[in-house]
């Protein structure tokens, strides 16, 4: 538990922009409702090619993903009662990309509406939380004592050298 929350601090404390964990958090969200697939492939081909923070990908990819084990049933439920459209439902099953993308089925569907409309205010949240993480907290924790003497420390400094 204590090496998760030094490395988000990590994360939080490095020269990434704030946009790239933004955008690692949007992306994750939305990797986290999908059951692993060509969708999720996709995503992850998307994340490699931009430069966005792999770790905090990572991290929120894994968390939305034990979430979704909990909530996906009424997630799929949600979706199979709004999605009743006859005409709607002979697209996604007569369409042969979209069968291969499985959006014919309602847990896929759902997820992906769900992950696409969180996606950017997602993104935009999480970078506007790490710029005032940096710009208020960060710079007041660096004046402490407390962190100046740990920082000087021969145990930081042989930690700070392996990473």
Request: charged share 10%.
């Amino acid at each position: 538990m204590l090496t998760l929350i030094a490395k988000i601090l990590k994360v939080l404390n490095s020269e990434d922009s704030p946009w790239q964990i933004g955008w690692a958090v949007g992306f994750g969200v939305l990797a986290g409702l999908l059951p692993f697939g060509l969708l999720t492939m996709v995503i992850l081909l998307v994340v490699c090619f931009f430069t966005i923070n792999l770790s905090t990908f990572l991290l929120v990819w894994g968390v939305c993903g034990g979430l979704m084990l909990i909530f996906g049933d009424a997630l799929e439920a949600f979706t199979w009662q709004h999605a009743q459209n006859p005409a709607f439902l002979d697209l996604l099953a007569s369409t042969e990309i979209l069968q291969l993308l499985h959006l014919h089925h309602t847990l896929v569907l759902g997820a992906l509406l769900l992950g696409v409309f969180l996606l950017l205010p997602l993104g935009w949240l999480s970078s506007f939380l790490v710029t005032q993480y940096r710009l208020r907290v960060m710079s007041k924790m660096r004046k402490w004592k407390v962190v100046q003497v740990l920082k000087a420390s021969k145990l930081v400094q042989i930690y700070e050298k392996l990473n």
